[in-house]
């Protein structure tokens, strides 16, 4: 199978995890397709000024990879700047945030998977 570019669908989290702004969500694949070990496969794009607000993992990790610009990282409460070819990983229990505060794109390849 082959998903082209134009057939993802794409929405419009606003206040994501109440952050600010709106996060452009490119679902890349659907959540059965991973046969119930994950359920995000997605590209995030935050515009300048836009975040994820700080959120906490339970019985699952999330990893992002930066593939465009950068940005401030709260990694559990430790702050890290991203720039692109970067990889984050949050652990069940952890929790983490993101916020644009560049003046150009952030995009993040975000990926959630199940623990158990």
Do not use: C
């Not at 994501?16 to 702004?21: H, N, Q, S």
């Not at 070990?37 to 975040?51: T, V």
């Not at 990694?75 to 890290?80: E, K, L, M, R």
């Not at 984050?88 to 952030?106: E, F, M, P, W």
């Amino acid at each position: 199978m082959v998903r082209k570019s134009g057939d993802m669908p794409v929405k419009y989290n606003e206040n994501m995890r109440g952050g600010k702004g709106v996060v452009e969500v490119t679902a890349m694949l659907k959540a059965e397709e991973m046969y119930d070990k994950g359920r995000l496969y997605s590209i995030l794009r935050l515009k300048p000024g836009s975040s994820i607000g700080y959120h906490v993992h339970e019985n699952e990790m999330e990893s992002f990879f930066v593939t465009e610009g950068g940005g401030e990282y709260n990694d559990d409460g430790a702050f890290i700047r991203l720039s692109a070819g970067d990889v984050t990983l949050t652990a069940s229990g952890q929790g983490h945030s993101v916020i644009n505060d560049t003046d150009a794109d952030l995009a993040l390849l975000a990926l959630i998977l199940h623990k158990n």
